[in-house]
């Protein structure tokens, strides 16, 4: 499973950005999904995740309610919406998968996930 994201960029203080993630090599269909972050120096964060179905979701607290994931598996393609961005946001956003999943399950730690994309980066600055 190869994944690549896109749409990252730079966005003022209470902006928007949706990150893409577009993945190939096998249907995204048999996949939980997740996004992480990570800083320079600092540990990458989990920020979101969703089950294979899509029925099971969440968040680290620190987005909890600005962010959203999302995907479309016709399209192949995950997303997370980001509302309210923060200079906190600020980050190299990354999505990844889990080479097996346990229906239901939403993993919310890095160790879990094997398939990584390149990162895009998310900049929030007035």
């Known amino acids: 499973l190869k994944l690549v994201e896109s749409g990252g960029g730079v966005v003022q203080p209470g902006g928007s950005l949706r990150l893409s993630c577009a993945a190939s090599?096998?249907?995204?269909?048999?996949?939980?999904i997740g996004w992480f972050r990570q800083v320079p120096g600092k540990e990458r964060e989990v920020v979101s995740c969703?089950?294979?179905?899509?029925?099971?979701?969440n968040y680290a607290d620190s987005v909890k309610g600005r962010f959203t994931i999302s995907r479309d598996n016709a399209k192949k393609t995950l997303y997370l919406q980001m509302n309210s961005l923060k200079p906190e946001d600020t980050a190299v956003y990354y999505c990844?998968?889990?080479?097996?999943?346990?229906?239901?399950?939403?993993?919310?730690?890095?160790?879990?996930?094997?398939?990584w994309g390149q990162g895009t980066q998310v900049t929030v600055s007035s």
């Open positions: 990844a998968a889990p080479e097996f999943s346990i229906r239901g399950m939403c993993y919310m730690t890095s160790n879990d996930y094997d398939f």
């Open positions: 090599g096998y249907p995204l269909e048999y996949y939980a």
């Open positions: 969703m089950s294979v179905s899509g029925g099971t979701t």
